[in-house]
């Protein structure tokens, strides 16, 4: 692998670490204000609301910027948000700051992979990637966890009464350490080298972009491995988003834990996906991504039965092998999407329009979730009802695929649109 991809990856790891942690802060600020339980969700819709809305614009500017120097700036827009926090702006508000932030940090990064990598090494790549991401899932929860727990409010109130006694909010203290966890990830950002890579300059016209945007979603959904992949990561996407919320109400309504403690069971997903990353990226090869499929189903049956456990100690196994099996599926569901998008059209492109479709379903998802919580429905109903969607919608998937497969051609190794940009070889495209 590249050498910067390491610390690509590394700049990465930090960055998500501090969005998981500042989630569980921002829960446990909505606690303090007196917010009902269903706000938590909100704060996730606010955040990947800029990823729907900009998805014509970000693939565009990830493309005519240095992705690096982009994820820097980017970086410090977040810390931004970390500071509207401080300053007493609504969590929601400030979180939404920070989605702003990531919708245009996600091309640039995922788009910086493509560039760096080959198609034969990019399932492995992207393990790594989601091995940091996950990484940073897990260690951001029990991260937050620790910094709204009782051994930080404490240093909390020092801090308060040193700084600024009559005008420093709550976790002021929590919310300095993530600013610094940011600032630390945009330097390592400025720190990766350019791919090299370079495309044709954009339109600037807004409406030009939007019909450029939509013939590009058309194009990825109407290629077989490309429509495949993105289904299934936008079915996946939109349920995990809510199960992040799901398995900490349920952690606190069904086995009697505390925000922090169920902040540490949610970690626990994340080392499963983590171990299922890594054997995906090991294992798994880009021309047999579909025989994965029936992985989602049992994934969404596994889901459901979590519903059904009210024991600390049953439920950590079972929660680990959910998290395994999400991680086994898609990771290569997601280098199979990256390199058709990459073939099919460029990096920043396609990643904008896999960030559009996967955050439209993340928001359906947790509107429904936060709807038939406010109508007052219980959590393990919640969870069956997801557990259900996966499974079916994956069965479906699965039966079409085997449809189409049957009257189209099969995958070919081709050139991304970086190479052709760049008319190194024009012989390998469709």
């Known amino acids: 692998m590249p050498k910067g991809l390491y610390l690509l990856i590394a700049a990465q790891f930090l960055s998500a670490l501090a969005d998981n942690a500042l989630l569980i802060v921002a829960i446990a600020l909505l606690e303090v204000h007196g917010l009902p339980g269903w706000w938590a969700p909100l704060l996730k819709l606010f955040f990947v609301v800029s990823y729907v809305v900009l998805a014509p614009f970000v693939g565009p500017l990830a493309d005519a910027i240095q992705k690096a120097r982009l994820m820097a700036w980017m970086n ?6 970390v500071v509207a926090m401080l300053a007493g702006l609504h969590p929601a508000l400030s979180f939404a700051v920070v989605g702003l932030a990531a919708a245009a940090y996600a091309p640039a990064k995922y788009g910086l992979v493509t560039e760096m990598v080959g198609a034969d090494r990019l399932i492995a790549a992207n393990g790594w990637i989601e091995v940091a991401v996950v990484a940073a899932v897990l260690l951001g929860a029990m991260f937050g966890g620790l910094l709204v727990s009782d051994a930080a409010s404490a240093v909390d109130l020092a801090v308060r009464a040193a700084l600024a006694p009559h005008t420093a909010g709550p976790y002021t203290f929590s919310l300095l350490v993530l600013l610094c966890v940011y600032a630390l990830a945009g330097v390592l950002n400025a720190g990766v080298p350019d791919s090299g890579a370079r495309y044709p300059r954009s339109v600037i016209d807004p409406r030009a972009l939007v019909r450029i945007f939509v013939v590009s979603n058309r194009t990825l959904w109407r290629d077989r491995e490309g429509g495949l992949s993105l289904a299934v990561t936008t079915v996946l996407w939109g349920v995990a ?23 540490y069971l949610q970690a626990v997903v994340a080392v499963g996906v983590i171990a ?4 995906a990226g090991r294992k798994v090869r880009i021309d047999a991504v579909h025989r994965l499929l029936p992985v989602g189903i049992v994934l969404g049956l596994s889901v459901l039965s979590v519903a ?26 997601n280098a199979l999407l990256q390199h058709r998008g990459y073939r099919l059209l460029s990096a920043g492109h396609s990643i904008a329009v896999q960030g559009f479709n996967e955050n439209l379903s993340i928001l359906f998802a947790l509107g429904l979730y936060t709807v038939v919580l406010a109508a007052g429905a219980q959590i393990v109903t919640v969870m069956i009802g997801f557990g259900l969607l996966v499974a079916v919608a994956i069965a479906v998937l699965s039966l079409r695929y085997q449809a189409v497969a049957r009257t189209t051609p099969p995958l070919r190794p081709g050139l991304g649109a970086a190479e052709r940009a760049r008319k190194i070889d024009r012989r390998g495209e469709d």
């Open 76 to 81: 410090a827009m977040k810390a931004l948000g």
């Open 241 to 263: 988003a809510t199960l992040q919320f799901a398995v900490l109400r349920w952690s606190v309504d069904a086995l009697g834990l505390k925000l922090a403690q169920a902040a």
């Open 276 to 279: 299922g990353a890594t054997l």
């Open 308 to 333: 059904l456990i009210d024991r600390v100690e049953i439920a950590a196994p079972v929660l680990l092998g959910v998290g395994a099996l999400g991680g086994f599926l898609i990771v290569p569901m």
